[in-house]
């Protein structure tokens, strides 16, 4: 009877074992990190840079795919469709799931998704040039209440979205006109097509610090470390800010062993001297949510945004 007793053991603590294993096991391939941007460009470099510190932690390899196209909505929707098997791993930014869903049709939705972790954080600025008679956003705002209006250059949501609540929260106009990529904003503006633009802080940095133009607020709720004197719009009196995240998710269903997972080999990544130096080179600010976290923050801003999307008259883009 003892032997039988151990035996039954032995074969309960295998099948426990057996049971385990999966989650236990994977990765025991590479893992795809979709980005939903060109190469090259700051969400690309930045989730590269967390695929490298990620793959050292799991044990093996993080493969980059861009996906990039209709303002970043592509690659989400490539993700969305793929297995649930924790080996197809998509950026999800707040602008590709919570804003483009208020301006344009697309594939996917929220409840498509498992959040795995966010993990950083756009900044943006309101930036004339040097030469610009604009020496404050006050000045920008009585000039676009005054004259014809003011045009500004962007690239897509959240950057235009800026401009657009600041003309209705104090009745100025501002006109867009769109570009397709950051540099191609900031030539616009060097080369005076427009008379303002609302960028990320590596697409302008150097160009402030060279005496080429001129950061008049930061856009987001907090001030530019790289030029600490120049207060956000909510402190210039403007009841206005725009934030965006860098997150990840996995498709519905994914198990939650493997998100988990992925959650703490991302949280170790964002702590890493390397992407910390790398993301203050980038203006990204590293940062750290959950996926359940992220999740609700997912909800709350598709809700603010559709709001302020409604309040802005935009209308709706063809895809």
């Known amino acids: 009877m003892k032997g039988v007793s151990m035996l039954a053991a032995f074969a309960a603590a295998t099948a426990l074992c057996a049971a385990a294993a999966p989650a236990w096991a994977w990765p025991d391939k590479e893992v795809t990190l979709t980005v939903n941007y060109g190469a090259g460009g700051n969400t690309d470099v930045a989730s590269r840079e967390l695929a490298r510190a990620m793959e ?5 390899a993080v493969v980059v ?12 929707a490539y993700v969305a469709k793929q297995p649930a098997d924790g080996y197809n791993v998509g950026v999800v930014t707040l602008s590709s799931i919570a804003i483009m869903p208020h301006l344009m049709t697309i594939p996917y939705a929220a409840r498509d998704f498992e959040f795995v972790v966010a993990y950083g954080r756009y900044r943006y600025g309101v930036v004339v040039r040097a030469d610009s008679p604009y020496k404050s956003v006050a000045d920008l ?12 250059g962007a690239p897509s949501a959240p950057n235009n979205l800026a401009m657009f609540d600041l003309g209705r929260v104090t009745g100025a106009k501002f006109e867009q006109v769109s570009y397709k990529s950051g540099s191609e904003t900031v030539s616009a503006l060097l ?8 960028q990320n802080p590596s697409d302008v940095t150097s160009y402030i610090q060279s005496g080429r133009l001129r950061l008049l607020a930061s856009a987001s709720p907090i001030r530019w470390p790289e030029f600490p004197d120049v207060p ?12 965006s995240w860098l997150g990840l998710a996995v498709p519905k269903g994914t198990p939650e062993p493997v998100r988990t997972r992925l959650e703490q080999s991302a949280k170790a990544a964002v702590a890493s001297d390397r992407l910390q130096q790398t993301y203050k080179q980038l203006g990204v600010d590293p940062v750290w949510l959950s996926g359940q976290d992220y999740a609700k923050m997912v909800d709350t801003t598709y809700e603010q945004m559709g709001r302020a999307i409604k309040a802005a008259n935009l209308p709706r883009m063809t895809n």
Do not use: H, S, W
């Open 191 to 198: 080369g005076k097509q427009v008379d303002a633009i609302v």
């Open 56 to 60: 050292a932690d799991l044990g093996r």
């Open 65 to 76: 795919f861009n996906r990039p196209g209709a303002l970043g909505t592509i690659g989400p």
């Open 232 to 243: 956000t719009l909510k402190e210039a009196g403007y009841d206005v800010e725009i934030d």
């Open 141 to 152: 705002v009585a000039a676009a209440k005054q004259g014809p209006g003011i045009f500004f």
